[in-house]
């Protein structure tokens, strides 16, 4: 009877201990990131008009992609530093019929990004209200210098012959 006694004391002492080490101050947490990161300097990189694909190239993939609305897009990000309180980020961008990027709404709006900043450039990312949205963008590409190396890497780009990849031909399935 006094050994199950100080048997059963001593495994109820254990329990507590081993519970009281979960909160126990001094140990380590770990900060727990989720979702996609985004960053004003990518926000500050999109324009009206862009494709998809220049989007994705930019935000990367989105973590939703709502099945009944393929237009929009949404990037979530949050993180809970160890025992913190959780922070959350979000950011929806929406597309036309005709792929392109019309809008964008969340936690970060276009504007000075912290490099133009750091550097003083100026942080003017102001959308012309003449630029519709079911209109593509003109990109305002300047052609290359005669005698520039990107007129001579242009001239080999045009220059390319495409080869043709030579595909093998069916097996005969029939026994002989």
């Given at each position: ?34 979702g ?68 964008l709404?969340?936690?970060?709006m ?43 890497i ?23």
């Amino acid at each position: 009877m006094q050994k199950s006694k100080l048997l059963l004391t001593s495994l109820t002492l254990v329990g507590l201990l081993a519970l009281a080490g979960c909160s126990f101050p001094g140990v380590y947490k770990i900060d727990i990131q989720q979702g996609n990161v985004v960053t004003q300097d990518m926000i500050d990189q999109l324009r009206p008009g862009m494709t998809r694909r220049q989007v994705r190239f930019i935000m990367g993939n989105p973590l939703l992609q709502d099945t009944f609305n393929t237009n929009r897009w949404d990037y979530l990000y949050s993180l809970q530093p160890g025992g913190g309180k959780r922070q959350q980020e979000r950011m929806s961008i929406f597309f036309n019929e005709g792929d392109q990027l019309v809008s964008l709404s969340g936690d970060f709006m276009p504007g000075v990004s912290k490099d133009q900043e750091i550097l003083g450039g100026s942080g003017d990312t102001s959308v012309s209200p003449d630029v519709q949205p079911d209109q593509p963008a003109q990109p305002a590409v300047k052609p290359a210098q005669p005698g520039s190396v990107e007129e001579s890497i242009q001239r080999e780009i045009d220059t390319i012959e495409t080869t043709p990849v030579p595909t093998p031909a069916p097996l005969e399935t029939s026994p002989q």
